[in-house]
C-alpha cells in the first residue's frame, strides 16, 4: 500500500514539476500561462472556445520572439518575414509582399518613371555596358555615349558587380551628382563624367529604326508601363513617315506589365472586342478594347517573342495572334496567364496578390505547366513561326547579322509584302 501511494505522489510531482517547467517564464513575468500553454498539456479538456483566432497566435509567436530570442530582434525584420511566409504559402510564385524599397522600385517601373541620370545598362565583365542614352537626361548633358562601359562610381569600382547593384548606386536623391567612370572606344584613357540626377521618363519603346536593306520598321517594347502607349504611337508615327512597308515589334524577355496599358495599346488595332477574359474567385469579367484610338496599319506586322515573353507582353501578342493580325515568331512564352492587383499597406509596403486567372479571346489557356522540379513542361503562347537565336556567335539584338530571331522576322515579313 506504501508503494502504491509513494508512486502516485511521484506521479504528481513529475507532473507538476512538468507544468511549472514548461509555464516558468509566463509565472516570471507575473501571468498566468496562456491559453496555448493550457491546451498543449491538457488537450482536448479545454474548451474549444478558448482556441485563439490565427492573428491572436501570431502576435503571440511575435511577442515571444521579441521576448525570448537570445538577440535582439527587429520588429520590421519580423513582420516583413512574417508577411512573406504568408504570402509563399500560397504556392503562387505570382503572389508577393513587397518591402517599402520593394514596393517603391516596383511603383516606380510601373510608372517608368525614377531619378537618375537616364541610360539603359546591360552587364559586362568590366561593369555596365550603356545599351541607349535617353534623348532627355543627364546622361546625354554629361556627354555618355551609347557603348561606353562604366567601371566606376563615385571613384569606386564596379568591376564585378551585379547590374542591380550598379544602377542603384547610380540612382540617388534628385538633384545630387554622381560621378562616372567611363571606357570608349577610341579614347586612350578613362573618361570622367558628372550628371546630376533627376527625374526620369524612361523609354518602354525604344531601338526604333528602318532595318538596313529593307522597308521593315522595327522597335523594342520593353514593358507595359503608364506611358508606353504614348511612346508606341510615337515610335509608330515616326516610322510611317519614312514610307515603311512593314513592322516588327519586339516582345523578347518583355516581362509584361499593366492590362490597362495592354487595352490601350490593343485599341490602336481593334476596337470594342475582347482582350481577356478573366475568372475571379467568385464571377467571371472581360476586358475590351476601347473605341476611337484604332489606327489603319496597312502592312504586315511580326511579334518577336520568347520564353521571358510574359503577362501583359502574352496577351498583347496573343490577341494579335487570335485575331489574325500580326505573325508570331521566336520560340514559346513564358505562358503567365494570371493577374495580380498590388494594395498598398501601412508603413510603404504593398502587397501584390493573384486575383484571377486569365484566357485569351479565343479561350486559350496559356497557363505555364512545370515539374516538381520546377522544369517548363508546357505552356504559353506557341509561335506561328519557330526560331530560336543562334548563340554560336556573338549577338547584338537588333541586328539581323548576328540575330537570328531577328532575321527569321524580316524574312516572314518579306514574304507578306511581295504577296
Same mark, same amino acid.
Given at each position: 500500500?506504501?508503494?502504491?501511494?509513494?508512486?502516485?505522489?511521484?506521479?504528481?510531482?513529475?507532473?507538476?514539476?512538468?507544468?511549472?517547467?514548461?509555464?516558468?517564464?509566463?509565472?516570471?513575468?507575473?501571468?498566468?500561462?496562456?491559453?496555448?500553454?493550457?491546451?498543449?498539456?491538457?488537450?482536448?479538456?479545454?474548451?474549444?472556445?478558448?482556441?485563439?483566432?490565427?492573428?491572436?497566435?501570431?502576435?503571440?509567436?511575435?511577442?515571444?520572439?521579441?521576448?525570448?530570442?537570445?538577440?535582439?530582434?527587429?520588429?520590421?525584420?519580423?513582420?516583413?518575414?512574417?508577411?512573406?511566409?504568408?504570402?509563399?504559402?500560397?504556392?503562387?510564385?505570382?503572389?508577393?509582399?513587397?518591402?517599402?524599397?520593394?514596393?517603391?522600385?516596383?511603383?516606380?517601373?510601373?510608372?517608368?518613371?525614377?531619378?537618375?541620370?537616364?541610360? /539603359?545598362?546591360?552587364? +559586362?565583365?568590366?561593369?555596365? #555596358?550603356?545599351?541607349?542614352?535617353?534623348? @532627355?537626361?543627364? &546622361? %546625354? *548633358?554629361?556627354?555618355?555615349?551609347?557603348?561606353?562601359?562604366?567601371?566606376?562610381?563615385?571613384?569606386?569600382?564596379?568591376?564585378?558587380?551585379?547590374?542591380?547593384?550598379?544602377?542603384?548606386?547610380?540612382?540617388?536623391?534628385?538633384?545630387?551628382?554622381?560621378?562616372?567612370?567611363?571606357?570608349?572606344?577610341?579614347?586612350?584613357?578613362?573618361?570622367?563624367?558628372?550628371?546630376?540626377?533627376?527625374?526620369?521618363?524612361?523609354?518602354?519603346?525604344?531601338?526604333?529604326?528602318?532595318?538596313?536593306?529593307?522597308?521593315?520598321?522595327?522597335?523594342?517594347?520593353?514593358?507595359?508601363?503608364?506611358?508606353?502607349?504614348?511612346?508606341?504611337?510615337?515610335?509608330?508615327?515616326?516610322?510611317?513617315?519614312?514610307?515603311?512597308?512593314?513592322?516588327?515589334?519586339?516582345?523578347?524577355?518583355?516581362?509584361?506589365?499593366?492590362?490597362?496599358?495592354?487595352?490601350?495599346?490593343?485599341? /490602336?488595332?481593334?476596337? +470594342?472586342?475582347?482582350?481577356? #477574359?478573366?475568372?475571379?474567385?467568385?464571377? @467571371?469579367?472581360? &476586358? %475590351? *478594347?476601347?473605341?476611337?484610338?484604332?489606327?489603319?496599319?496597312?502592312?504586315?506586322?511580326?511579334?518577336?517573342?520568347?520564353?521571358?515573353?510574359?503577362?501583359?507582353?502574352?496577351?498583347?501578342?496573343?490577341?494579335?495572334?487570335?485575331?489574325?493580325?500580326?505573325?508570331?515568331?521566336?520560340?514559346?512564352?513564358?505562358?503567365?496567364?494570371?493577374?495580380?492587383?498590388?494594395?498598398?499597406?501601412?508603413?510603404?509596403?504593398?502587397?501584390?496578390?493573384?486575383?484571377?486567372?486569365?484566357?485569351?479571346?479565343?479561350?486559350?489557356?496559356?497557363?505555364?505547366?512545370?515539374?516538381?522540379?520546377?522544369?517548363?513542361?508546357?505552356?504559353?503562347?506557341?509561335?506561328?513561326?519557330?526560331?530560336?537565336?543562334?548563340?554560336?556567335?556573338?549577338?547584338?539584338?537588333?541586328?539581323?547579322?548576328?540575330?537570328?530571331?531577328?532575321?527569321?522576322?524580316?524574312?516572314?515579313?518579306?514574304?507578306?509584302?511581295?504577296?
Amino acid at each position: 500500500m506504501k508503494t502504491a501511494f509513494r508512486f502516485v505522489v511521484f506521479m504528481v510531482s513529475v507532473f507538476a514539476l512538468f507544468v511549472f517547467g514548461f509555464s516558468w517564464r509566463d509565472l516570471q513575468r507575473g501571468a498566468l500561462p496562456s491559453g496555448s500553454t493550457v491546451r498543449s498539456l491538457f488537450g482536448s479538456a479545454v474548451s474549444d472556445q478558448d482556441a485563439t483566432s490565427p492573428s491572436e497566435e501570431f502576435e503571440q509567436a511575435f511577442n515571444r520572439i521579441k521576448t525570448d530570442y537570445y538577440k535582439t530582434v527587429e520588429s520590421d525584420k519580423l513582420t516583413y518575414a512574417g508577411m512573406e511566409g504568408l504570402m509563399a504559402s500560397l504556392g503562387d510564385p505570382h503572389t508577393m509582399f513587397l518591402e517599402p524599397k520593394q514596393a517603391q522600385e516596383f511603383s516606380s517601373e510601373t510608372r517608368a518613371n525614377f531619378v537618375g541620370v537616364g541610360a /539603359r545598362l546591360s552587364p +559586362d565583365p568590366l561593369g555596365a #555596358k550603356v545599351m541607349a542614352v535617353f534623348d @532627355e537626361g543627364p &546622361a %546625354r *548633358t554629361a556627354g555618355m555615349k551609347n557603348g561606353d562601359i562604366i567601371t566606376g562610381v563615385n571613384g569606386k569600382s564596379v568591376v564585378g558587380r551585379t547590374i542591380n547593384d550598379i544602377v542603384s548606386q547610380i540612382r540617388g536623391e534628385e538633384g545630387t551628382t554622381v560621378t562616372l567612370q567611363i571606357l570608349r572606344n577610341g579614347s586612350s584613357k578613362p573618361i570622367t563624367l558628372s550628371a546630376k540626377r533627376a527625374r526620369v521618363v524612361t523609354p518602354t519603346v525604344w531601338d526604333t529604326k528602318v532595318l538596313p536593306g529593307t522597308k521593315i520598321g522595327y522597335f523594342i517594347v520593353q514593358s507595359f508601363s503608364e506611358p508606353t502607349a504614348e511612346q508606341f504611337d510615337t515610335e509608330v508615327a515616326a516610322l510611317e513617315k519614312q514610307n515603311i512597308k512593314g513592322l516588327i515589334i519586339d516582345l523578347r524577355d518583355n516581362p509584361g506589365g499593366l492590362l490597362e496599358t495592354d487595352r490601350d495599346m490593343l485599341s /490602336r488595332f481593334f476596337e +470594342d472586342k475582347v482582350v481577356v #477574359k478573366m475568372k475571379l474567385r467568385t464571377e @467571371e469579367d472581360t &476586358a %475590351r *478594347t476601347f473605341s476611337g484610338t484604332k489606327h489603319n496599319f496597312n502592312y504586315p506586322i511580326a511579334v518577336l517573342m520568347n520564353e521571358e515573353t510574359a503577362s501583359a507582353a502574352e496577351i498583347f501578342a496573343g490577341c494579335l495572334q487570335d485575331y489574325q493580325l500580326a505573325t508570331l515568331v521566336g520560340t514559346h512564352s513564358y505562358g503567365k496567364a494570371s493577374v495580380q492587383n498590388v494594395s498598398n499597406l501601412v508603413g510603404g509596403a504593398s502587397a501584390k496578390i493573384t486575383i484571377a486567372r486569365y484566357f485569351l479571346p479565343s479561350g486559350r489557356d496559356i497557363g505555364r505547366k512545370v515539374d516538381e522540379d520546377g522544369q517548363y513542361i508546357k505552356g504559353g503562347l506557341d509561335p506561328d513561326v519557330k526560331a530560336t537565336l543562334n548563340t554560336d556567335k556573338t549577338v547584338t539584338i537588333g541586328d539581323p547579322a548576328s540575330d537570328s530571331q531577328l532575321a527569321k522576322a524580316i524574312e516572314v515579313v518579306q514574304k507578306k509584302i511581295g504577296s
